[in-house]
């Protein structure tokens, strides 16, 4: 069929980084035609007007120029004579993340979301995208990496043209130009490629083969691929920093550092251990990404049927569909023999600390937390420990604590994932998605539990759960800032209840908890801390002195606030057990909750 709606799309000056389109529609009615630009991309809870980057705009016909009515920041009418219309328009890429635009010598990273107008009343029909090859010197080499579907006229991972079964399919395809690498695998005789883009020191056959063992595991918990799912990407943009990633339905864009990635020298498949940290974090990624495929991606909160790009839409269920995810991306690497047990309770130990140790855990709910992800969770500023609670974190939280008890009752996590994409996978999940499952098995006490841990800002009872599942959970003292799990020897030292990072003068501090010695004391984010009862602090100091300092006893704190040289009494305390250690206590219960060994759906 040919497409209803096309575009043309073209790179046309690198260095400015400029990208030209030109959209052609042939009006099916008198009516105006309605043009618009999304406000948000799917997956990511923020108005980021992509409307803006647009540096000029045009529309014609075979007659000439037609008069373009802008309607407001994103939207455009046009008046037209029943002729195909052509709408040409010019926008700025250089958004180095995964949900906008962005070129220059080396990549292109193309998210249609942020690129291609809908037309009102058109979103249904297939829509058409022509990829013009660069004309730049640098990009003779370039070639195409999407998961967009592309016509037989066009050569693999050529340039020429793809086309979508409708708007929706459209925006959900990022694109990578560029040098790249290909490798590829097979999940139930399905097809994923790896792309890595650029010329890196990377053992790209690793990543592959790490890639398969992390998918494999993925797929069992809904105990297979999605039956309409034909293909899958691994879009790989590797810069010298940089970390993120966003889902798609047959793809995700990954960002990351050429170092996160293991080099041929480096690598050392079969012994878990060796994994860098770095690259157990961007493996991490990967498979977060990919149990989007079934987790937000097909299933998701009723409030998101359809999705609505204009404006704010709103969920309370981002706790299910961020937290169980992020519960679930370490343990696959676990469960795959990626990482060893060490390693994997490490992991399990950093997210209980980081979540734990915040005033915030005990403010703001994790309903909350996802209904404000638009203004709060994703415009986070100095006072965040103290205010927003992390849905994707403390949602994992919750994940293992039901887990716990699920394990107990003879059920699990798997069978409750497993029975809401079931229940709801054409309807999308209501906000009482979990309760009701849980009460459909007869299990009201803990439907109740979940709705408090939930809707309570409260803390989850792990130290109570997590022994059904063969774990014990203590906590040690604090010893710096970025403490956040292992073990580690007596420590008695002093707490300045406050995050900071290195000055020319000391340290500048960057967050305060509230109740803090460092909030006591009136110290506020910013302040520079010269030095504490006549010693000189600095990044290399503050450490050795708060283990020497007396505790309980009013010292005097000098410090910068701004041009202001000020004197400030603080009392310091002991540093509080914040830091969550995981042992195995019960070897057998730990081995039955593995995931590789969960039980069938009930």
């Known amino acids: 069929m040919k497409a209803a709606i096309q575009y043309q799309l073209r790179c046309i000056d690198l ?12 009006p099916t009615s008198a009516e105006p035609l309605q043009f618009c630009l999304p406000a948000w991309i799917p997956g990511s809870y923020m108005i980021r007007d992509f409307a803006r980057n647009i540096v000029s705009i045009a529309a014609s016909d075979t007659a000439g120029t037609l008069p373009l009515h802008k309607l407001d920041k994103q939207r455009w009418q046009l008046q037209h004579s029943g002729k ?4 040409t328009y010019t926008v700025y890429a250089f958004d180095r993340s995964v949900r906008a635009a962005y070129i220059d010598d080396e990549v292109a990273i193309l998210n249609p979301a942020c690129l291609c107008f809908s037309v009102l009343g058109y979103e249904q029909q297939p829509h058409q995208l022509t990829l013009v090859a660069p004309s730049a010197n640098e990009a003779q080499a370039w070639r195409v990496a999407t998961a967009l579907p592309r ?7 050529g340039f020429g043209d793809y086309q ?24 139930d005789k399905r097809a994923h490629y790896l792309v890595i883009s650029g010329n890196n020191l990377t053992d790209q056959a690793r990543i592959t083969a790490d890639l398969e063992r992390i998918c494999l595991q993925q797929r069992q918990i809904f105990d297979g691929l999605p039956t309409d799912l034909t293909e899958y990407w691994f879009l790989c943009w590797v810069t010298d920093s940089g970390f993120g990633g966003l889902e798609h339905c047959a793809s995700t864009l990954l960002l990351c550092s050429r170092y996160d990635l293991p080099a041929p020298q480096l690598s050392a498949p079969d012994t878990p251990n060796t994994i860098s940290k770095d690259y157990q974090t961007f493996l991490s990624l990967c498979s977060h990404e990919y149990l989007h495929t079934w987790w937000v991606k ?5 409030d998101f049927h359809p999705y609505q790009l204009a404006a704010e839409q709103y969920s309370r269920q981002l706790w299910i569909y961020e937290g169980f995810t992020s519960y679930f991306d370490d343990q696959a690497l676990f469960s795959s023999g990626l990482i060893d047990e060490d390693a994997y309770l490490k992991t399990l130990e950093t997210t209980i600390t980081r979540v734990t ?18 203004t709060k969770f994703y415009k986070q500023d100095e006072n965040a420990v103290n205010a927003i609670s992390s849905y994707y974190a403390k949602g994992a939280l919750v994940a293992l604590a039901l887990d716990a008890a699920l394990h107990q009752q003879g059920y699990s996590l798997v069978q409750l994932m497993q029975k809401m994409w079931q229940q709801y996978k054409e309807t999308g999940t209501p906000d009482q998605a979990v309760q009701s499952i849980l009460q459909q098995w007869q299990l009201f006490d803990l439907s109740a539990l979940v709705t408090s841990w939930t809707e309570q800002a409260i803390d989850i009872p792990l130290a109570d759960l997590v022994p059904l599942l063969g774990l014990e959970l203590s906590t040690r003292p604090v010893t710096k800032p970025d403490d956040v799990d292992g073990k580690q020897e007596t420590y008695n030292g002093a707490w300045l209840g406050a995050q900071y990072k290195a000055s020319s003068a000391g340290l500048t501090l960057t967050a305060v908890y509230h109740g803090g010695p460092a909030h006591q004391a009136g110290l506020m984010v910013g302040d520079e ?12 100091s503050i ?3 708060l283990q020497r300092l007396p505790q309980q006893e009013t010292l005097s704190l000098l410090c910068f606030r701004r041009d202001r040289c000020l004197e400030r009494p603080i009392t310091l305390v002991q540093a509080p057990a914040q830091v969550a250690q995981l042992t195995v206590s019960d070897t057998q219960r730990f081995e039955q909750w593995r995931p590789c060994r969960q039980r069938s759906t009930h």
């Open 84 to 87: 195909t219309v052509q709408l």
């Open 357 to 374: 140790r915040n005033p915030s855990n005990t403010v703001q709910a994790l309903t909350d937390s996802s209904f404000d992800a638009w």
């Open 529 to 540: 801390l010269l030095a504490i009862a006549g010693y000189r602090v600095s990044s290399d």
């Open 543 to 545: 450490s050795e002195l």
């Open 151 to 157: 016509l037989a006229s066009t050569k693999p991972l």
């Open 298 to 302: 097909r299933l998701k909160p009723a």
């Open 15 to 26: 260095a400015a980084h400029l990208i030209e389109i030109k959209l052609t529609v042939t």
């Open 164 to 187: 979508a079964e409708n708007y929706s399919q459209l925006i959900d395809s990022p694109i990578l130009l560029g040098v790249f690498t290909l490798t590829e695998f097979e999940v």
